[in-house]
């Protein structure tokens, strides 16, 4: 395979796209805290750029963006607009406190996308994308371009499109394979002759965006770096819409692994990576698979006897990296009800947990019910704690009390005790099992219309006295929300993650009443 020639260690920016393409995976949408958190150990782990939302789609996507862009200390914050003048407007008041701002803008360049979406010509695309791109670049001096469905765009029209928006003031230029279409020679070939054909090309930086849709989105990110891309957009633990995107941790550890074949760096560090893997998986409550690559339970788990016996042999026989380099370290025993609460700080600066003073307070007091309840605290029972903390700081619904009848004969029955603005209400109900009744018990005094479309369980740690992380999914209409619940009991965890669930409901229904509001 050949490659463009590079210098011995060229730069790879890592674009960040977690809290806006990221969100728009089903289910996923996060709470204006979440997001902040999110973006500060993106900011802190040494990503270049932060696509931090889409300011027009929302006030509390704007307001998220803002916050985020006077917040953020080293990296660049973009927000995302449509060729569309208002969004554009928007998306440049949003990033403009940031000390790095970028607009990034799109339009899209295939076939099938102007016949059927667009709904233009050629002709008229190209003076969209110099008017949008030029009106962008009025706003900020970093201006990103993108043409959507790049892959299935013809390269004589793919390159009129790079050479307007260059000219228009475009200093990135993103070639995205949108429906995860591309193989990775495709992908390759049509940077290589983009930039080879097109004037001015090296006054702009190539970015890859690849989906996951036939599981090529890493191989294809690869293979536009080796067509002359030096920026990737990744998303933490590769979420995203459909299949997914690029997994940035998986970037950063390919290149870091094979810099015998791949002579590039970036900037991340990667011992903080399966930290960032665990804030989004429970801000966007989506469990990582056991077998993903880098961050999955499994990811340096041998159970073969033959590699076990390597393993204790050598390492190296069976890992191409160490746990330590991605931030996996062994998990410790030390925590327990007499800790303190200097040890308890101590114990979250060590797993690179920040938290203010009254979410420490909250947090230590939920350690010490915790510790009364189980023998060991462990590393990972402190994470899905604050994670848990961190998710529902702003729940209106919350639970008091639950107690629940089961067994062989039945009927099974669960009392529950709830808390919101008005106060607190109790409800008994029977259901087909304890989670049927303890659901049950909810509906009641929560009415509401949500179908339950996931309820999953799984452990926190080993042991009896496991915490229990349960993730309930509720669809209402269009829109499904994913929640989750961590608790020593699996049933209390069951009704924390179902009123998690519906409280993001509530939430939306809220802000959704309010745009119409102010709208009218």
Request: charged letters at 25%; aromatic letters at 4%; a negative charge.
């Amino acid at each position: 395979m050949t490659t463009t020639s590079t210098t011995a260690r060229d730069r790879i920016l890592i674009f960040d796209t977690t809290l806006r393409d990221g969100e728009q995976c089903p289910g996923a949408t996060m709470t204006f805290d979440e997001k902040l958190a999110v973006a500060e150990l993106l900011d802190t782990m040494g990503v270049d750029i932060i696509e931090a939302g889409f300011p027009i789609a929302s006030n509390g996507d704007f307001e998220a963006v803002s916050e985020i862009a006077r917040r953020t200390k080293r990296a660049t914050i973009a927000g995302l607009a449509r060729a569309i003048p208002a969004d554009i407007a928007r998306a440049g008041e949003a990033v403009r406190h940031a000390n790095r701002a970028r607009i990034h803008t799109f339009v899209s360049t295939s076939p099938i996308h102007l016949a059927h979406q667009m709904r233009k010509s050629q002709d008229e695309v190209i003076a969209i994308i110099l008017k949008t791109v030029a009106q962008a670049r009025d706003l900020v001096e970093d201006v990103e371009w993108s043409a959507m469905d790049a892959t299935r765009t013809p390269l004589d029209y793919l390159c009129r499109c790079v050479e307007a928006a260059i000219k228009a003031g475009a200093t990135t230029i993103n070639l995205p394979d949108t429906v995860g279409y591309a193989t990775p020679t495709e992908y390759r070939d049509m940077f290589a002759n983009v930039r080879e054909r097109v004037p001015n090309a090296d006054k702009a930086v190539f970015s890859v965006h690849c989906h996951n849709d036939l599981g090529l989105a890493i191989a294809n990110s690869l293979a536009g770096i080796e067509g002359g891309a030096r920026q990737v957009e990744c998303t933490i633990n590769g979420i995203g819409e459909r299949a997914g995107n690029a997994a940035l941790e998986e970037i950063v550890m390919a290149l870091r692994t094979r810099a015998d074949v791949l002579p590039y760096e970036t900037g991340v560090e990667s011992t903080m990576l399966t930290r960032a893997s665990k804030l989004v998986s429970h801000a966007t409550n989506f469990p990582v698979q056991f077998n993903k690559a880098i961050v999955g339970r499994n990811a340096f788990a041998h159970e073969s006897g033959i590699h076990q016996d390597g393993m204790l042999k050598n390492s190296e026989t069976y890992e191409i990296m160490t746990p330590a380099s991605v931030g996996l370290t062994k998990t410790s025993l030390v925590m327990g009800k007499h800790s303190g609460r200097a040890a308890f700080r101590s114990k979250l600066e060590d797993l690179g947990l920040h938290l203010s003073d009254n979410q420490f307070q909250d947090a230590f007091e939920r350690f010490k019910a915790l510790a009364d309840r189980k023998k060991h605290v462990y590393d990972e029972d402190i994470e899905a704690l604050v994670d848990e903390n961190l998710a529902t700081a702003h729940d209106r619904i919350r639970l008091v009390s639950l107690s629940v009848i089961a067994g062989t004969r039945g009927p099974q029955r669960a009392t529950l005790r709830i808390a919101d603005e008005t106060g607190t209400r109790i409800e008994e109900a029977d259901g087909n099992g304890p989670v049927d009744a303890v659901f049950n018990a909810i509906s009641a005094l929560v009415p509401h219309q949500a179908q339950l479309e996931l309820y999953q369980v799984h452990a926190v740690t080993g042991g009896t006295d496991a915490q229990a992380e349960v993730s309930v999914r509720l669809r209402d209409g269009e829109r499904s929300v994913t929640a989750r619940g961590a608790d020593p009991d699996t049933l209390v965890a069951s009704a924390k993650a179902y009123l998690s669930a519906l409280n993001k409901l509530s939430a939306h229904s809220v802000r959704v009443h309010a745009q119409h509001a102010a709208a009218e």
